[in-house]
């Protein structure tokens, strides 16, 4: 059946996939979640502080570093996964900046820096794997982008513009290149149990679980997602089980679109 | 299957034919156990006739399911009709009514005799089949369209007000999907039509079949959701 976790075996005949920001949370897991599935993965970050040569071992993948608001970094990231492992079939656009500030304090280089990693980085990557797809005839963009691109969060008004714009990207996208037989989603995630917890902690002055506890009371279902809730979303959207999928955006979020009754 | 090693029950409604028969299948081939209720005889591991509009004969189907397999693990309503090419002004109350009770009533009385098995395990996963046309509305067939919209209501608001259990209730709204309901004349089979889409085809049961799995499967951080599979005609 497809999208199940060991269907793939190690002999990676799924094609090669790229993942950015995939150091930790989302992305780590997204990219285990892909190479279990039998894909090729190459893993990217801003920067190799191990963690993702590590990865890239772990999964017999490629660690393929670069900070993707640099103008030439994309095209050649992908280039040298090209002449590696292969053209890329799937792209899980994950990387992404985030400062919390209220909207009059915002920083101008705060604000670009969160436009033109999440959202400008993207639409180079974007464009430097789709010349290789259209050749296929075959290829899947997974954007994750943000709930708070969907309903707004309070200070966070450069992220949400990121994210919000990620979704209208996925909708053009899904129109432009579905005839071309690539296929272009976004999973739209909310509070999720990654690293970023600890920096919001932090930021709050509280504990980790006093984090925790804070974000479940906003969330109907009163759970946080975990990084392998959006991973099996972005397999889900990698797969043959997708294949009449285009445009949408998935809210793997406890039914955090509506405030607690 | 379970980590216990007891095989998963799946309900399916309208399981005879189109979208419900693929959604079953689906379940089987990934090992469940899976029970049937349509007009017609299905193809599943337990084949049950009832009108899904009819509260009382839902109520004894699902029983029966409950006393041949011990659990229902996921509830797909996939029994509907679809009727189109009706001015909004020609169709009548009893083709309204008729839509109302078999769509929105059927969902309704399917999710009222699984819920309370569902919540005495603490745990279960619902999967509504809206379509695509709910969410950015339709002419001539306006009814359908009604009755499907409601589905969504009903469904968002199930999946609330059982939120803080590990039952999960969400829709699936498939777009234009190649199945006997949609006749051989249908608008939506017509080439011009196609062609507007994204992917330039119908969907295929199996697609909606393989949505649902995934939320039977690894939907649990949903809540509410609706996705839709849809060939790109909502986007």
Same mark, same amino acid.
């Given at each position: 059946m497809a999208g199940q976790a060991d269907s793939g075996g190690r002999d990676k005949q799924r094609g090669v996939a790229l993942v950015t920001g995939a150091a930790q949370g989302v992305g780590r897991a997204t990219a285990l979640r892909l190479a279990a599935d039998g894909f090729s993965v190459a893993v990217n970050d801003i920067a190799d502080d191990g963690r993702i040569t590590e990865l890239a071992e772990q999964i017999g993948g490629l660690a393929v570093p670069a +900070?993707?608001? +640099?103008?030439?970094?994309g095209p050649a990231m992908v280039e040298a996964i090209a002449s590696t492992l292969g053209p890329v079939h799937v792209l899980v656009a994950n990387a992404a900046a985030m400062a919390m500030s209220p909207f009059l304090e915002a920083d101008p280089d705060q604000w670009w820096r969160q436009i033109d990693v999440n959202l400008s980085g993207h639409f180079r990557v974007i464009q430097a794997v789709i010349p290789a797809m259209r050749a296929m005839g075959h290829g899947r963009i997974v954007i994750i982008s943000s709930g708070w691109g969907v309903i707004g969060h309070p200070n966070a008004t450069a992220y949400a513009a990121s994210k919000a714009g990620l979704i209208a990207l996925t909708k053009g996208l899904g129109r432009e290149l579905g005839p071309h037989g690539i296929l272009t989603n976004a999973i739209a995630p909310s509070f999720?149990?990654?690293?970023?917890l600890r920096v919001d902690a932090d930021d709050a002055g509280i504990s980790l679980d006093e984090m925790r506890q804070r974000y479940r009371e906003l969330i109907p279902v009163r759970q946080l997602a975990s990084p392998d809730d959006i991973a099996a979303a972005a397999a889900f959207l990698a797969g043959p089980g997708s294949s009449g999928v285009i445009g949408q955006v998935l809210q793997p979020s406890g039914g955090v679109t509506r405030t607690r009754a | 299957m379970t980590s216990s090693g007891t095989p998963l029950v799946a309900v399916v409604t309208g399981a005879a034919s189109g979208i419900g028969r693929a959604c079953g299948e689906a379940m089987r081939q990934a090992g469940w156990r899976t029970a049937g209720i349509d007009l017609n005889a299905s193809g599943t591991d337990l084949s049950l006739r009832a009108d899904v509009s009819d509260p009382a004969a839902v109520a004894a189907a699902v029983e029966q399911v409950t006393d041949s397999f011990g659990q229902i693990d996921l509830l797909v309503t996939a029994a509907g009709y679809y009727e189109e090419g009706i001015d909004v002004t020609d169709i009548t109350i009893q083709q309204w009514d008729r839509m109302l009770s078999v769509i929105l009533g059927g969902t309704v009385n399917c999710c009222a005799a699984v819920l309370p098995h569902m919540l005495s395990r603490g745990t279960g996963t619902i999967v509504a089949i809206s379509s695509e046309l709910a969410l950015a509305g339709s002419a001539t067939d306006l009814h359908y369209v009604a009755a499907k919209g409601a589905v969504l209501g009903f469904i968002k608001s199930l999946a609330m007000e059982v939120a803080q259990t590990a039952i999960r209730v969400n829709a699936v709204a498939p777009g234009p999907t190649d199945t006997p309901l949609l006749a051989q004349d249908s608008l939506w089979r017509k080439p011009d039509y196609l062609a507007t889409l994204p992917l330039g085809r119908l969907v295929k049961p199996e697609e909606i079949a393989a949505a649902v799995y995934y939320l039977a499967t690894e939907g649990s951080a949903y809540c509410g959701e609706v996705l839709s599979p849809n060939a790109g005609a909502v986007i």
């Open positions: +900070d993707i608001a +640099d103008p030439g970094s999720i149990d990654t690293e970023q | -």
